[in-house]
């Protein structure tokens, strides 16, 4: 006898559903970090949004949102959680 859950929970047991979750939550105001997280000019911060891999960085007073995928060839822009450089693609240096 198939163990039932609760609609809410689906996502937690159910890899499509939570699939399908990640990427309906990647089109909606979603809390990424604060901005002390990123402080200083330069400072960067890694995270998931939709399922995909994004980063946040500080540009004196603006804050931007990427995707963290080179238009080259696709490698990841950041490979770690957080710092503070310019950026620069790791495979190329572009
Ligand atoms: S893959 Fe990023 S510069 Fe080539």
């Known amino acids: 006898m198939a163990r039932k859950h609760p609609v809410w929970a689906r996502s937690l047991i159910d890899p499509t559903a939570f699939e399908h979750e990640q990427t309906r939550l990647g089109q909606i105001w979603t809390l990424l970090g604060v901005v002390t997280d990123v402080a200083n ?3 960067w911060f890694r995270t998931i949004l939709g399922g995909r891999s994004i ?7 603006d804050l931007r949102g990427f ?3 080179c238009a080259h060839r696709f490698y990841p822009l950041r ?3 957080k710092g503070n450089r310019p950026i620069r693609c790791g495979f190329h240096h572009w």
């Open 41 to 43: 000019d330069g400072d």
């Open 55 to 61: 980063f946040v960085q500080r540009f004196g007073e």
């Open 67 to 69: 995707e963290n995928v």
């Open 79 to 81: 490979t770690k959680d």
